[in-house]
């Protein structure tokens, strides 16, 4: 019993951290980016999600070669411990790191002692459109990745090996998305792509679980992989978005309780969809219902983003403002 526990504990900090990095990681890249390019730069971090998904399911790909006793009794283990050297590239990173020039350039002006209970209570509306907009592109991904495999392989009884192999295409197929979609997020504006990307979402959601539900196995990757290559368009604009929600002193903080708040409420996006499983007899409606419903919300914030947020300010040291 302690090694599933020490589990959950060891995710939940991890995701505590995952929380942080993320926030600064797209700040950064935002605030260190020509402006011509911000959206560009800020789309970058989003890789790490394809590149870890693809290393992480990779490995377990391989220790499922392992026979049922070797896999429960250690092959399982060793994922883990191979990522731990990655502790040392993370370490040189945060040495070598230095900060960007908009926040070197507001170092003289008056900085709050509290950020995000200045949000809050200042702009909380700016907050809820930020929270909106990421709903989908987070919780899409929970749904069409976590949900998708373990209603495969439990429910749908779908070998093990064909709903992994799903999550390695998807994360293929999000690798090119996200690095294509960044590079127009310039000249298209993330919240045109937030809204569109939304809408297509709610559209495939119940053709995709019909898919899976199916049990074909080119049906079974075709429909994660669109799912996934859906939702990563709306996430590689979402660090753009959520920046220019926020003024450069209160961007990182803006950006880290928009992205957190909002992964909070998609994480118990999967509880739910099993709970409706087992109230509509394994239906597929429970978790399209569930896609298409975040979707709209999603879709409705980018609308409203899009009539409220200000033009984007040539200044490299600006922080777009709500109307």
């Known amino acids: 019993m302690a090694a599933p526990v020490l589990l959950v504990l060891l995710r939940l900090t991890q995701g505590i951290a995952v929380g942080g990095e993320w926030s600064g990681a797209v700040t950064l890249a935002f605030e260190h980016a020509p402006p011509e390019r911000r959206g560009w730069y800020a789309s970058l971090p989003q890789l790490g999600s394809p590149v870890g998904a693809l290393l992480s399911s990779g490995a377990f790909a391989l220790v499922l070669r392992s026979s049922p006793s070797q ?18 590239v993370a370490f040189y990173l945060r040495r070598a790191m230095h900060e960007s020039p908009v926040f070197e350039s507001g170092r003289a002006e008056p900085q709050s002692g509290a950020p995000a209970l200045e949000i809050v209570a200042q702009v909380p509306g700016r907050l809820l459109l930020a929270i909106g907009t990421a709903l989908i592109g987070i919780g899409g991904y929970y749904m069409f990745t976590t949900f998708a495999v373990g209603y495969g392989v439990r429910v749908l009884k779908i070998p093990e090996t064909t709903m992994v192999n ?6 293929v197929a999000e690798l090119i998305v ?3 979609v960044g590079r127009v997020v310039d000249r298209v504006r993330p919240w045109r792509i937030t809204f569109c990307g939304s ?14 539900e199916s049990r074909q196995t080119s049906l079974v990757l075709f429909a994660v992989a669109a799912g996934v290559c859906t939702v990563s368009a ?24 928009a992205y957190n708040l909002a ?45 409220s947020i200000a033009p984007r300010e040539p200044s490299a040291t600006s922080g777009s403002a709500l109307a």
């Open 234 to 257: 709306i996430y590689a604009a979402s660090g753009a978005l959520l920046s220019e929600l926020f003024p450069a002193r209160l961007r990182y903080s803006g950006v880290a309780l």
């Open 263 to 307: 992964g909070v409420v998609a994480g118990l996006l999967p509880f739910l969809a099993t709970a409706l499983l087992g109230a509509t007899g394994n239906h597929v409606s429970a978790p399209a219902g569930i896609v298409v419903s975040v979707a709209i919300v999603s879709a409705l914030a980018a609308w409203r983003v899009r009539s």
């Open 166 to 171: 799903s999550t390695l295409t998807a994360s």
């Open 71 to 88: 896999f429960d009794d250690w092959a399982w283990r060793l994922p883990f411990l191979a990522a731990f050297p990655l502790l040392g």
């Open 199 to 212: 809408l297509v979402c709610a559209a495939i959601a119940w053709p995709a679980f019909l898919m899976i």
């Open 178 to 180: 996200i690095a294509c």
